[in-house]
């Protein structure tokens, strides 16, 4: 083979290494602890999603969105109180900050997975693609379960948007 040929391969290899461990890094900042998605009903178009992401990264983080198939729209909320009525928002993002984490969670934060392709069942996993402000995506995959059903809960989850 000839010199040029084989320097060139090598410089190809080296340079498709430092971007892959370039980019496995950058992602590896971000790591899912736990989560699941709420099984609901058939007859319920929408459930959410709770986790607890990490960030080891020395930058604070901002969850700006989630796509994911089963579902026509994936919105990040929170819950707010006004007059005594605790009402659903969408925000734009969440904050991870550097070393901390970020729990999404049934009596606050959450992601509303809207208008359900089909629907969910127990044991079911869900694939949900995590972007960052700094354009960064994390694929994690949570599975469906019924956790946690306290009246609060329930009411929450059947309310319309």
Do not use: C, W
């Not at 080296?14 to 998605?37: D, K, N, R």
């Not at 970020?102 to 606050?108: I, R």
């Amino acid at each position: 083979m000839e010199f040029k040929t084989l320097k060139s391969i090598f410089k190809q290899l080296f340079s498709f290494l430092v971007l892959t461990t370039f980019s496995v890094t950058a992602t590896a900042g971000i790591m899912l602890s736990e989560g699941h998605v709420r099984a609901m009903p058939a007859s319920v178009p929408n459930t959410a999603a709770y986790l607890t992401l990490m960030n080891h990264s020395d930058n604070t983080a901002t969850l700006v969105s989630v796509t994911t198939p089963v579902a026509k729209e994936a919105q990040l909320h929170t819950l707010i109180e006004e007059n005594g009525i605790v009402k659903m928002r969408q925000v734009e993002g969440f904050d991870i900050e550097s070393h901390g984490s970020l729990t999404l969670q049934p009596s606050g934060d959450h992601i509303m997975l809207l208008s359900l392709v089909k629907p969910l069942t127990v044991g079911d996993k869900v694939p949900l693609t995590l972007t960052f402000a700094d354009g960064q995506q994390l694929n994690i995959e949570l599975m469906v379960d019924k956790k946690a059903s306290t009246d609060q809960q329930e009411s929450h989850h059947h309310h319309h948007h």
